[in-house]
């Protein structure tokens, strides 16, 4: 079994420690990458050997907003969790706006809750990444139908001796082939999230 690596982002060692004790029992083969300073974050989101990021909101060094922006930069399909007790109600729906998987308020009745939350967190990021990978395939296929339309079209047009009301027939498909294809390339750049 794969072990999961859990990117755990607290300036408050205790804090720390309780996670881990929260996270050990679901996951027995978990890695955690304990960062306390700014340093040692941006040499781990640029190294990019984590699976899911749980971080404090109110850190000594930044924030865990800061954090997850520099995370989804970097890449937006890893899960961030934000797990604190600082925290506002409006900071944790900036944060779900902002790509945040989940938020946790930091008490002692909830430190149970950090496992189920990267499960979910987790299991969300491979479902989005099982659709894009679909999706992708999808508008794949269907780029290369409109590519053999817009070039048969083309070359029956280049034939003179249709009537010409097969030429305007003919020309409408492959304006449209070509529509289709221009709307197609503009869907595929959309942001996905």
């Known amino acids: 079994m794969t072990p999961l690596r859990i990117l755990l982002i607290d300036d408050n060692p205790g804090d720390r420690a309780l996670a881990i004790r929260a996270l050990q029992p679901a996951f027995p083969s978990l890695q955690v990458i304990e960062i306390f300073d700014q340093g040692s974050l941006n040499r781990a ?11 404090d909101f109110q850190i000594r060094w930044t924030t865990g907003i800061d954090v997850l922006l520099a995370v989804k930069e970097r890449d937006p399909n890893i899960p961030v969790i934000m797990f604190t007790d600082t925290g506002t109600e409006e900071i944790a729906v900036e944060a779900m706006k902002l790509g945040l998987n989940d938020y946790i308020l930091k008490r ?6 950090l496992p189920g939350a990267v499960i979910r967190a987790i299991d969300d990021a491979k479902t989005h990444a099982e659709l894009d990978y679909y999706r992708n395939i999808r508008f794949d296929d269907l780029q290369k139908v409109l590519s053999t339309i817009e070039e048969i079209s083309s070359q029956l047009l280049q034939d003179q001796s249709r009537p010409a009301s097969d030429q305007t027939d003919l020309q409408q498909i492959h304006d449209q082939a070509r529509q289709a294809t221009q709307l ?3 869907l595929i750049e959309l942001p996905t999230e």
Not at 45 to 55: E, G, H, L, M, S
Request: glycine fraction near 0%; avoid cysteine; aromatic fraction near 10%.
């Open 45 to 55: 989101i640029q190294a990019k050997t984590f699976d899911v990021v749980v971080t």
């Open 108 to 113: 002692a009745d909830r430190y149970t809750r």
């Open 184 to 186: 197609l390339q503009a």
